[in-house]
């Protein structure tokens, strides 16, 4: 084999590929930060769903008939703490109550996006 049989690669054909090769891997930190944030999307709301469970079972479990109107107070789940807000209304069953908890984390002072939304029923204690 003589010398001028070895050809290795030009400088322009090593640009070439770290240049596809800085590209893909920009690709690849994007994919990794969105999956990260979206990670961190999905436990505040698992958090906030659990809150607004507990929450409208409190109210169940405490056999209370609640008022219309708006309750409002705060609970620590997940090393966290929220807020929430209980929107109490009649329905077209005098026996029933609606419900709907929305929840907040305690530093945020959004009122328009909750984090989670339940709605449950209430029904009137019975003698």
């Known amino acids: 084999m003589s010398r001028h049989d070895v050809r290795g ?7 070439i590929a770290l240049a596809v090769l800085a590209l893909s891997m920009g ?12 990670q961190s999307y999905l436990r505040d709301r698992t958090m906030a769903m659990w809150v607004a469970r507990n929450v409208l ?9 609640l008022s219309v109107g708006e309750r409002k107070g705060t609970e620590e789940m997940g090393n966290q703490e929220w ?6 209304s009649q329905t077209e069953e ?17 009122d328009e996006h909750p984090v989670s939304v339940l709605s449950g029923f209430l029904r009137q204690p019975g003698e």
């Open 83 to 88: 807020r929430w807000l209980t929107r109490i």
């Open 57 to 65: 079972v409190q109210f169940q479990v405490n056999n209370e008939w």
């Open 9 to 15: 690669f030009t400088l322009l054909e090593v640009l």
């Open 94 to 110: 005098s026996e029933l109550r609606r419900l709907d908890v929305e929840v907040y984390p305690v530093d945020s002072d959004d």
């Open 27 to 38: 690709a690849v930190i994007k994919a990794t930060s969105d999956y990260t944030s979206n």
